[in-house]
Structures are given as C-alpha cells and as structure tokens.
C-alpha cells in the first residue's frame, strides 16, 4: 500500500491519543456543515449532497461513513431520537475524527437520475467525494464505514481506489448471499430490479428493516424517527443496489482488498450467514484484518439497541496502531 503522508499519520495519531484518554468532551461544539460534489454521466451533471461534523479546525484522520439501499445519509448516520444518542456524525467527530457522508446519487437531496445508483455507480459518487475531501482537507486518504450496500460500496471502492483508502469498516455485509434468507425473500423481486429503476420505500417497508431479523434489537422509536426523516424525499429509492444483490453477487473480492479490514455483523442479521462472511474473511490479503459479532443486535448496527457496541468495535478498529514494517 502507498504510504499515508504526513499530515494523515500525525492526525492519525491524534486521533489515537483521544482514544487513549477518553473521548473529546462532550462541551465542545460539534461544527456541521454542507458540500456537494459532481460527476458526469453522459454529458449530464449529477450533484452528490456531502455532509461533515468535525470538533475544532485543526487536521483530523478523515472517516466516511457510506449508507445503504434503503436510506439516505443523514437519516442513516446523523439520526436524531428523542432520549437517544443515535448520531454516529456527532459520536465519532468527538472520538476525534472529521466525519463526512454523502447522499448516493438517487436518495436525498442528491440528483434524480434515470439511473437505479448500483454498487458500480456508488465508486463513481465516491471518487467525486474524494475530490471535495481533498479539497477541504487537505488528505487524499480516508478511513470507510460502510453499512449493508454501504459496505459493498466501500469495498468496491477500495478495490478501484486503494491509493485513497485508509482503514476499513464492512458492517452488514453480505458475499455471496448463499444461505441469506433476507435475499432470498428478495430475489423473489429481481425481475422488477432488471425493469424498474426505482422502488417503493414506505414507512412499513422502512420499518421492516429493524424487525425482519429479530424484533426487539431496536428501539421502537428508531423507526418511526427514521421514516420521520427520510420520507420527506419521498417513497421511491433506486434499485440499483437490490439488483446487485440479489442477481450479481459476489460484486466485491476480498483478495483485491489490500486495506486492513474489520467485518462485524450483528448476531441475528439475516443479510448473510457466518460462512459466507467467514469466507470473504479469510481470503482478505492484509494480515491486519478483525472479525466482530455483535451480541443482540441484527441487520441495522447504527441505531440499534447495542449500538455502543458496534461504535467500540468500530472505534477501536480505526484508530489501531499501524503494524511495524517488515
């Protein structure tokens, strides 16, 4: 792998002392702010909504957190729950990361395209956030967190893009689907993934996403929040994903996955089996490489009950010390 300059390892191992010492105090203001980046596709330009939560103007290990099919970026990973913690955005700018986000081309406030936004576009919208990344921050490599397609989308991207591609968080990952009793009941629709590029994404479809593996792991309020939130763009959401997963996988190989890897997968996430997951696991090349389960939880790892546990997971995966050179 390339080596991180510089300002990348210093900011990483800033990031390092915060997880040292405690997380930044919750006191200091958590600055938000919007940035769109653009790609062409046939001579047209399609606008990518791009969000980022930092403490402080000072260099800062950059982490992408990378949505999946059914939502878009800010109801994924910047949720606000009354009596809950639910924002990853806000939880790890203050483990002392600059944290961004985008909305994939389709869902959000992101253009409306004919296209239905599969894994092979998601690289394409996240080449064009590097560009906005280096731009504002100077570094041109970023830890990535991808959640269900999210994941396949980081990984992908790692695949096309390993110069820009730090550490790397795969949750809620599926390989081949073999033995996936979620893309199974899908693939019962995979006709009309090949002849719609938009699908119905309702308030019970979305909540369909926290009870379909096992009922209880979220908190009810989750749902009715989440929907709250995304549905204001609307009830469609693009195909393109649920069409790779149900009629292309394996869309990513793990032996061109040079990144270090975590892989974590709730307990009862019907998405992929162990042995599916165990066998991209195995043929990831970095040694540096984790596999979590975390206990009492299913598909949906941000916004469940036992979310701490994943963020602890994750936390601690992405601040790792760099093994020494052999």
């Known amino acids: 792998m390339a080596a991180i300059d510089r300002r990348t ?97 389709g869902y959000g406030r992101s253009s409306r395209t004919s296209g239905n936004s599969d894994i092979a576009s998601g690289v394409e919208d996240l080449k064009a956030a590097m560009a906005v990344i280096a ?27 390993p110069e820009h591609t730090g550490r790397l968080v795969l949750a809620a990952l599926t390989y081949t689907g073999k033995g996936s009793p979620t893309l199974a009941k899908r693939a019962e629709q995979t006709e009309y993934y090949r002849t719609h590029n938009t699908r119905l994404r309702d308030r019970a479809m979305i909540e369909s996403i926290f009870t379909r593996d096992r009922p209880g792991t979220t908190d009810p309020a989750v749902p009715k929040a989440l929907a709250d939130a995304e549905l204001v763009y609307g009830d469609q959401v693009p195909t393109g994903t649920y069409l790779d997963m149900t009629a292309h996988l394996p869309v990513i190989d793990p032996a061109r996955i040079v990144a270090p890897v975590a892989v974590v997968r709730g307990e009862y996430d019907g998405i992929a089996t162990m042995e599916d997951l165990w066998d991209f696991y195995r043929l990831l090349p970095n040694g540096d490489k984790q596999f979590s389960v975390i206990a009492a939880a299913a598909h949906a790892l941000a916004t469940c009950k036992n979310r701490h546990a994943f963020w602890h997971a994750a936390q601690a995966f992405l601040t790792m010390p760099e093994p020494p050179a052999m």
């Open 9 to 105: 390892m210093l900011a990483t191992a800033a990031a390092s002392m915060v997880a040292a010492t405690g997380a930044a105090s919750v006191a200091e203001a958590v600055v938000f702010s919007e940035h769109w980046a653009t790609k062409q596709r046939d001579g047209t330009e399609i606008r990518l909504a791009m969000y980022r939560k930092r403490i402080g103007a000072d260099a800062r290990p950059v982490l992408f957190l990378v949505h999946g099919s059914s939502t878009s970026a800010r109801s994924s990973f910047d949720l606000s729950v009354p009596g809950g913690d639910y924002s990853m955005m806000d939880v790890f700018a203050r483990y002392g990361f600059d944290v961004w986000t985008m909305d994939h081309e």
């Open 135 to 161: 731009r504002e921050t100077g570094q041109t490599r970023c830890h990535f967190l991808g959640e269900s397609s999210g994941a396949l989308r980081a990984g992908a991207f790692a695949m096309a893009a």
